[in-house]
């Protein structure tokens, strides 16, 4: 278990491995796990959007 | 529950209808309509064709239910809802006459003058994110306006916890053209509605005796109509005494709304959907709230969006129903939405 460093919201390690991507159940942001032990994550890479504004 | 529908063939009355038709603890005993007697309820609202064989009557033929919305012009309601009180049930009322408890705001924002301090006083807030205690045992309950409710929704956690600097409160709304009612007059007419953006309260809308009754803040509001039916998005810009990071606005407004059923928090960093939007909500009874910190301005942008005639009226009516008859919440109410609309 860990926190989602963008909402603070708990995280649960489970069964992944080193450079997955999942999402974070509370606020969404795709997360890519760096360590599994103890279990360490921080936001995966993302494209920005401005919607061509 | 019997109930009643007092001013059914609005926009609100129609979405109430829309609602309680599917709830499984109501029977719609009577609707009344002034302009519509003897005609169906479906001649004013056709989704409801084959739901109800309905049909309007008249004010004056009301009779006791166990439950009766109002969903009547302002001051109109607070005519009624003495006589309604005395026949001993609750009293569900859309309008604004029993939403401020003091006074005096009914003579600044809509030019009446109120006598009935004990109503006013006696009367629930319907928002049940913030008085749901109160509204297991209220008589009378005053729902709020679309945009108070989302700029409410907005901006409590963070007033509540005392976070406000000493700056106003910008709350920029946009509405969609249901919000102005059935009978809007010239400004509804499509040849004036289509393609608008709208400043049509700058300053001084009714709705900010509103939020700064329930939230404590001081508010400057600024109202618009946009291209849009149904909807409110309401952008809240606010001041706090400190620098807020987002994380820390995450796990404020998630102590505040993570069991709400009803209020889900909307802040992503990726993907089209990041922040609330309207489009998504239609007819459903969610508020939907976002969030931003801007060290830059010193500012926390707060974004709530929902169906003014949902969350905004009728939905959130049937809430407080629900919370008042000690139902679960969300019975009658779990329309998720359309995607795409």
Redesign the interface.
């Known amino acids: 278990m860990t926190e989602c460093p963008e909402c603070a919201a708990s995280v649960d390690g489970g069964e992944k491995i080193v450079g997955e991507i999942f999402p974070c159940p509370d606020c969404g942001t795709e997360l890519e796990v760096l360590k599994t032990a103890p279990f360490a994550v921080e936001p995966a890479p993302r494209e920005a959007e401005d919607w061509g504004e | 529950m019997n109930v009643a529908v007092v001013g059914g063939s609005g926009y609100v009355g129609g979405e109430l209808l829309r609602i309680l038709l599917g709830h499984p603890d109501v029977t719609i005993a009577q609707v009344t309509s002034e302009t519509m007697v003897g005609k169906l309820v479906s001649k004013s609202h056709p989704n409801l064709r084959k739901a109800t064989k309905l049909t309007f009557e008249s004010r004056a033929s009301l009779k006791p239910a166990d439950v009766t919305f109002l969903a009547m012009p302002h001051t109109e309601s607070a005519a009624l809802v003495p006589e309604l009180l005395a026949s001993g049930g609750t009293v569900i009322d859309l309008s604004a006459d029993f939403r401020l408890k003091d006074p005096r705001a009914y003579a600044t924002y809509y030019g009446t003058e109120r006598t009935d301090t004990a109503l006013l006083a006696e009367s629930v807030f319907g928002l049940p994110e913030l008085h749901r205690e109160e509204l297991r045992r209220a008589r009378l309950v005053a729902v709020p306006g679309c945009i108070a409710t989302a700029a409410i929704l907005a901006l409590r956690p963070l007033a509540a916890a005392g976070l406000l600097g000493a700056a106003p409160t910008v709350v920029d709304s946009k509405s969609g053209s249901s919000a102005s009612g059935r009978d809007a007059g010239p400004a509804g007419l499509h040849a004036e509605r289509s393609g608008v953006m709208r400043a049509y309260a700058p300053a001084g809308h009714r709705h900010t005796a509103e939020i700064e009754q329930e939230t404590g803040a001081k508010i400057a509001l600024s109202c618009h109509g946009v291209e849009a039916v149904r909807g409110v998005l309401a952008t809240v810009h606010a001041f706090p005494s400190r620098p807020l990071e ?2 820390e606005l ?2 404020l407004y ?1 102590r505040a709304y993570g069991e709400e059923p009803f209020v889900r ?1 909307v ?6 959907h ?1 922040e609330p939007e309207p489009k998504i909500l239609a007819g459903t009874n969610y508020c939907d709230l976002g969030f931003a910190s801007d060290p830059h301005a010193g500012r926390t942008v707060l974004i709530a969006a929902l169906d003014n005639l949902g969350k905004g009226a009728a939905g959130n009516a049937v809430q407080c129903l629900n919370v008042r008859a000690g139902r679960p919440e969300t019975t009658g109410l779990g329309f998720l939405g359309l995607h795409p609309i």
Not at chain 2, 267 to 272: L, N, R
């Open positions: 987002e994380k995450w796990q998630r928090l802040h992503e960093g990726d993907g089209i990041r």
